[in-house]
């Protein structure tokens, strides 16, 4: 208890009103051991349903439990990872990397003005503190794309308006002010730690020195030919000021992980010693995201217009492979059969989702309890994966995760 006060008066001290967008903790979800979230990229609802290059999902979404009216919120993909940890946008929207280390910048919630693709906006101010995020509309014509036809936001009939009283934190806070743990496993982390890193390919970084790398090779090796594995964009958590500066080590950079090595993905789950929270995020390879100077099983969908069509085969199979290795693994843990645990498989958004195409993601939750098989037609965004996760573990739904609109995925994670 004393632990638990002294970590929530840190916070205080470093955030303000802290609790001016905490609620009460969400009702309806059975109290949860271990979570797994296993997130994909940058593939819609229609692509990945029925599709036959995803046969370990497809076969998974029957087994367990299918979210069939599932919505990302917004674009691009680092505002829907933030969204997913902090129920909010934080005034991010784009994939811009952390403007590292800097005190001296005035925060997105602070401003009011919202970090964007268009126009284009500078390095992202390490978020912090309280203020208002951006609105999100049912159809942008303004960020990504410059124009009719307009980007679908979630169905392309919900909004949400900017939010005044913005906490900028995360799960990963209110985990450890309530005693749990937490880690962020990302393939292709360097070896170095997640620190200034904007993406590596697990070796080479954004800050390699390629000039020191003797004899030179001609052309000369640059950093555009590293492959970008890692990215920092779908790292959520790198983008907070606490996290960067270390003022709570309870939420520093210890907290984020690789999958290989001592305190990996595969030593852990394979120890049985994993964290309340295992937010894991594959590679740009294997999540389904592409790459275009990777391997032809990476290479980027040749159309990206929503329909199977559209889809580089050999990606979707590559990501199925994986998937079906992550949940193999998690099952075959000592852990999972250890108390209520949960694992869920969520898309990041429906890439460059222009009308008509909205932004509806398939999202799987399967559970060691309860109901399976059960779809559900219900109306959940990743705001509702916030607020279910955070009723699991018992700690305050957070931001948007509080709206009256935002309902809990009480079915799904087999409630009585």
């Not at 949940?327 to 890439?351: F, K, M, Q, Y």
Request: net charge negative; hydrophobic share 35%; proline share 6%.
């Amino acid at each position: 208890m004393k632990r638990t006060t002294l970590v929530l008066g840190l916070l205080a001290a470093l955030t303000g009103t802290v609790f001016a967008q905490e609620g009460a903790v969400p009702k309806g979800i059975p109290h949860l051991d271990h979570v797994f979230v296993i997130m994909m990229e940058n593939h819609g609802y229609r692509e990945i349903l029925h599709n036959p290059n995803a046969r370990f999902i497809n076969n998974y979404a029957k087994s367990a439990n299918l979210a069939t009216n599932y919505f990302a919120v917004a674009h691009p993909s680092l505002t829907n990872y933030l969204e997913t940890v902090g129920g909010s946008n934080f005034g991010v929207l784009s994939d811009n990397a952390p403007d590292w280390h800097n005190g001296a910048c005035a925060t997105n919630l602070s401003t009011g003005i919202p970090n964007t693709d268009i126009p284009p906006s500078s390095d992202i101010c390490p978020i912090s503190g309280t203020g208002t995020d951006a609105a999100t509309p049912a159809l942008d014509c303004t960020n990504e794309v410059s124009g009719p036809p307009c980007e679908v936001n979630l169905d392309g009939k919900a909004s949400y308006g900017a939010v005044s009283t913005t906490l900028g934190i995360t799960i990963a806070d209110q985990l450890a002010a309530a005693g749990k743990s937490w880690k962020t496993y990302q393939e292709n982390l360097p070896l170095t730690g997640p620190n200034r890193v904007d993406y590596s390919d697990g070796n080479f970084t954004n800050n390699t020195d390629f000039t020191k790398i003797n004899p030179q090779l001609t052309p000369p090796l640059t950093s555009g030919d590293i492959v970008q594995l890692y990215a920092v964009k779908h790292n959520p958590f790198a983008y907070f000021r606490n996290v960067q500066v270390g003022s709570n080590p309870l939420v520093g950079f210890a907290n984020m992980v690789g999958f290989d090595g001592s305190g990996g993905l595969w030593g852990d789950l394979a120890s049985g010693k994993v964290p309340s929270l295992s937010y894991i995020v594959p590679n740009q390879c294997n999540d389904q995201h592409g790459r275009g100077n990777g391997t032809a099983f990476c290479n980027f969908d040749p159309v990206s217009n929503g329909t199977q069509a559209g889809l580089n085969p050999a990606l979707i199979q590559l990501g199925d492979q994986v998937v079906q290795k992550l949940v193999t693994a998690i099952h075959s843990s000592p852990v999972w059969n250890r108390g209520h645990n949960a694992i869920v498989l969520v898309w990041d958004e429906n890439d460059y989702s222009v009308q008509p195409i909205i932004n509806q993601v398939v999202t799987i939750v399967d559970t060691n309890y309860g109901f399976h098989g059960l779809q559900s037609g219900q109306f959940y965004t990743h705001f509702s994966l916030l607020r279910s996760i955070e009723g699991g573990f018992g700690v305050p739904c957070l931001n948007h995760a509080c709206d009256s609109s935002t309902n809990t995925m009480s079915d799904l994670f087999g409630a009585p």
